[in-house]
C-alpha cells in the first residue's frame, strides 16, 4: 500500500480526492464529504452497539483483566467508524438517505431540499 490518493473529476467539476482518508465520495447522497452511512438503521444501530459497547467494555475490564483489556478499544473505534462523532453523523445519513436531495446550480450554490416523493400534498 503506497498511501497515495488518487483524483477524479466529480459530476459538478471539482477534483474529488480519493484514498485512504476519505471514506466515499458521498455520491449516494450528492454531497462531496465522507459517507459514514450503513446500508439500514438497524445494521446502523447494530454498529453503534458493538462500537460502544467495545469501549465501554475495554475501560471497565481494565481493573479485572489488566492491560490487555485496552484492545477493545480500537475494535469498538472500528465499529463506530473512527469516533463516537463518525457514528452520529453516519446516524444522520443513514435516517436522511434517500429522503433529502442535494442539488447544485452552474454558478456552484448549492440547496439541499425534500425529495419530491416525501413532500406531503397540502403542507
Known amino acids: 500500500m503506497t498511501g497515495r ?14 484514498g485512504s ?3 466515499g465520495s458521498g455520491a449516494a447522497d450528492g454531497g462531496g464529504g ?8 438497524p445494521r446502523h444501530l447494530l454498529r ?6 467495545a469501549v465501554a467494555g475495554g475501560l471497565v475490564l481494565l ?36 429522503r433529502v436531495q442535494r442539488a447544485c446550480r452552474e454558478d456552484g450554490v448549492c440547496s439541499v431540499s425534500l425529495r419530491k416523493s416525501e413532500v406531503r400534498s397540502g403542507s
Do not use: K, Y
Open 5 to 18: 490518493t488518487e483524483t477524479r473529476e466529480g459530476r459538478n467539476g471539482p477534483a474529488v480526492h480519493e
Open 21 to 23: 482518508a476519505a471514506r
Open 34 to 41: 465522507p459517507d459514514f452511512a450503513s446500508a439500514s438503521l
Open 48 to 53: 453503534g452497539l458493538v462500537g460502544f459497547g
Open 63 to 98: 481493573p479485572v483483566v489488566g492491560i490487555a483489556s485496552l484492545l477493545l478499544v480500537p475494535a469498538g473505534l472500528w465499529a463506530l467508524r473512527g469516533c463516537p462523532m463518525c457514528w452520529l453523523i453516519g446516524l444522520a445519513q443513514t435516517i436522511s438517505r434517500g
